[in-house]
DNA sequence: AAATATTGCAACCGCTGTCCT
DNA sequence: AAGGACAGCGGTTGCAATATT
């Protein structure tokens, strides 16, 4: 009946992960792609659970990932996004190819809800807070509304289970990690642009999305 | 220079819907 | 059909780095 647990659970080692286990969890992945998080740790080497696993190559070691500070663009289309779709991160993540959930809820939680808190909005609702303001606290927000204000015609690409972006499933997926059964090879590619963004900064990642450098250290652990 | 507070983020926890047997 | 494991998701925590006193 069902199927066989995750994992042992004893002696599977938890917290920060080297770079050693980095390196061995990136080869299995590269190598033979993914078919059962469960498998990995067992097959990669690893005294990890798969969850663990999953987690450490969607948020760190994915090659597509883009690493850096996010831009002013970048948070408010996020706030944008978040008045429509609220803390669900995932689906905000949609939006911004190379960044994980996990990195705009973590930008959410320490900047952007502080940043809207000061332009006097609340970050539940996106309304204006209702409270007494003194003259420093008005002045304040007023310049943060001033250096902060959306810029025109910022235009949102929808998520692709709302409406595709492309006309065949095969450009659909050109930013997106293929063939990760097992056995085959992954395929990373991207695509000139996703969506209709008119703000410059933006564009200028969304046209050059492949900036990885964690390929660099590798040499180390083995890699070509 | 040392102590303390704050910040940023990686990783874990627990829940939910889906899939498998 | 039912029980249980899985993947995925969002909330939370722990801790190192940095700033402030």
Not at 19 to 43: H, S, T
Not at 98 to 109: A, P, S, V
């Amino acid at each position: 009946m069902g199927r066989q647990p995750c994992c042992e659970r004893v002696g599977l080692r938890r917290g920060p992960w080297t770079m050693e286990e980095d390196a061995k969890l990136m080869n299995f992945i590269l190598n033979n792609g993914i078919q059962c998080w469960r498998l990995v740790p067992k097959l990669a080497g690893l005294r990890r659970c798969g969850k663990s696993c999953r987690l450490r190559w969607i948020n760190y070691l994915r090659p597509d990932l883009k690493r850096g500070a996010f831009t002013e663009a970048e948070e408010n289309m996020i706030i944008e996004l978040h008045s429509r779709l609220g803390n669900r991160w995932s689906k905000i993540a949609a939006h911004f190819p190379g960044r994980t959930d996990n990195e705009i809820k973590n930008q959410w939680n320490t900047k952007i809800k502080k940043k809207m808190k000061l332009m006097g909005l609340d970050s539940l609702t996106h309304k204006p807070i209702i409270e007494q303001k003194t003259e420093s606290s008005i002045a304040e927000s007023e310049e943060i509304h001033q250096n902060l204000e959306f810029q025109e015609s910022v235009s949102i690409p929808p998520p692709e289970d709302y409406q595709p972006i492309c006309d065949t499933n095969q450009e659909k997926n050109d930013y997106s990690i293929k063939n990760l059964e097992m056995g085959s090879s992954i395929m990373f590619q991207n695509k000139e642009s996703v969506g209709n963004f008119s703000m410059d900064p933006f564009q200028s990642w969304m046209d050059n999305p492949f900036i990885w450098d964690g390929f660099t250290s590798l040499g180390d652990y083995g890699f070509p």
